[in-house]
């Protein structure tokens, strides 16, 4: 499952420099507004311990681990909705994203100008809001004046839509973002069908100095009070320190974590965010040949699972063999698992849980 995810901010908040640190593709990275003309596009592994034990036991040829690609999206200003700066091509790019990283700048700089003059992390996130929120206007509007002819001759379903288009619209007046609006789970089909901006799920990193990335400082701490209505996640990384890392070797990348009193890097925290940001799980094929990490929403069935490995296994779904990742690691071996009886045959109605190992069996 192709998983992508946006970087997005203002000019020189850190946006190019993360990326480069996430991805083995160099973004340019310079201090003036638009050095990030195209959206870079990197393609970056998700940390997951597990795939090493499996290696260690299963001593396959290959070992495959999931990944997200990360896109440097170009840096956005205020009226980008009108097509200011590099406004439409901006947020063209994010529509085509399932989920938005929200880089902001939490720290002081006088090297690195900011393209407002000061460093203030709640009027930049605002200023992002709204010019999301005015383009989600624009296709909220748009489908509006499509369907009002419907709904006013009495269509049931283009009056319905109508309604949800409506409470929509009220939300965004509101300067509140699509992703909060209050409507009925199978109604939301609305927000996906308009690709609204504003309707995908947003993580928020603060780019901090290096005093600060373990408790942050007055700037994060103005930040978290003006989202917390949003229960959003929020990381505090440095992108100074991460880029440091990147050329260092593990030994010293994990020596230099503990000196700054961290356990892992930010790029890691980062990826795993964004994982678990889209609700995403993974279960594990094994074998002699390969090891691989497959990516599927949490909740489901063993057929839709299986069609990540290919469409005819879905297709002809027999059954699953599954055994859990725990029990793998404890016993050994599939043999092992199978004897002891923690080897499961699955049908059509089993629910994949995070960390199965999986064998379909299917007849095309």
């Known amino acids: 499952m192709a998983l992508q995810c946006g970087i997005v901010g203002l000019p020189n908040v850190g946006k190019s420099t993360l990326f480069n640190c996430l991805s083995n593709a ?22 997951d311990d597990r795939l090493f034990e499996l290696e260690r ?14 896109v440097d999206i170009a840096g956005l200003v205020k009226g980008a909705s009108k097509g200011e700066g590099l406004g439409n091509q901006f947020l063209g790019n994010i529509r085509s994203t399932n989920a938005i990283i929200h880089v902001v700048r939490c720290f002081d700089d006088p090297n690195v100008i900011h393209v407002d003059g000061t460093v203030d992390p709640v009027r930049d996130k605002e200023i992002i809001d709204t010019e999301l929120q005015l383009k989600d206007m624009e296709s909220v509007e748009a489908r509006i004046r499509k369907i009002s002819k419907q709904a006013q001759v009495g269509d049931k379903d283009a009056r319905k839509m109508m309604d949800n288009l409506e409470a929509v619209k009220k ?173 499961n045959v699955e049908g059509k109605e089993y629910v994949v849980q995070d960390g199965d190992l999986m064998h379909f069996r299917f007849n095309v």
């Open 171 to 343: 939300h965004l007046e509101q300067g509140k973002s699509a992703r909060s609006v209050q409507l009925e789970e199978e109604d939301k089909k609305i927000l996906d069908e308009l690709q609204l901006l504003t309707a995908k799920p947003v993580m928020y990193v603060c780019n901090v100095d290096e005093k600060s990335v373990v408790t942050g400082n007055e700037y994060t701490k103005k930040f978290m009070a003006s989202v917390a209505h949003e229960n959003a996640e929020i990381l505090f990384i440095s992108a100074a320190i991460e880029s440091d890392m990147a050329d260092m070797s593990v030994e010293d990348q994990l020596m230099f974590l503990e000196e700054m009193g961290l356990k892992e890097s930010g790029v890691a925290r980062l990826i795993r965010a964004a994982y678990h940001l889209l609700n995403f799980i993974t279960y594990f094929t094994a074998g002699v040949k390969e090891v691989r990490a497959w990516t599927i929403h949490r909740g489901t069935k063993a057929p839709r699972a299986a069609a990540e490995i290919h469409t005819d296994f879905e297709k002809g779904f027999i059954r699953a063999e599954v055994m859990h990742y725990e029990d793998f690691v404890k016993y050994g071996s599939e043999a092992a698992c199978r004897d002891i009886g923690k080897l």
């Open 57 to 70: 036991i299963v001593k396959p040829q290959k070992v495959v681990p999931a990944t997200i690609e990360i």
């Open 26 to 47: 160099k973004a340019q990275s310079a201090n003036f507004p638009f050095c990030t003309i195209e959206p870079n596009i990197g393609t970056i592994t998700v940390p």
